[in-house]
């Protein structure tokens, strides 16, 4: 079951196990926090799909098939940015280190994987990640603009 927690200092968090299944979890909780932070419905769009893209590829690529795995997501809001953290313990994976996807070539001729990662850089206003303390840490920023 998922685990939503909304802490004093604007820190909400939710922790989701690797079953897509649970995404609608993901999109109630990025709405939320966007509706709770006055962000346009555009930008709320955009947040979703570039987190559900990063959570998806999570859930699907982190943990070996058959072993029950969680991803944790969390958001804060400071000043004019919305960031979140996406963190799991799966296997160490660097997104930021996948090459540009040259979306010009023809879609049978481009390789495969990589559009995800490249939607979430397009979406995002920043993409940071680092493997800390046996966890994939990846930070997603977005400028947001008030209502």
Known sequence: MPQADDNNNGLKTITLPNDVQEVPQLAAFVEEV???HGVDMMTTMQMNLALEEAV???MSYAYPEGTKGYVDISALSENDCLTFVI?????PFDPTTKGEVDTTLP?????IGGLGIHLVKQLMDSIQYEYKD???VLT???I????
């Open 34 to 36: 966007c509706e709770s």
């Open 56 to 58: 998806v590829n999570v």
């Open 87 to 91: 963190s799991d313990s799966g296997k």
């Open 107 to 111: 879609a049978e001729e481009r390789s």
């Open 134 to 136: 046996g966890h994939n």
């Open 140 to 142: 997603l920023k977005k």
């Open 144 to 147: 947001i603009k008030k209502l």
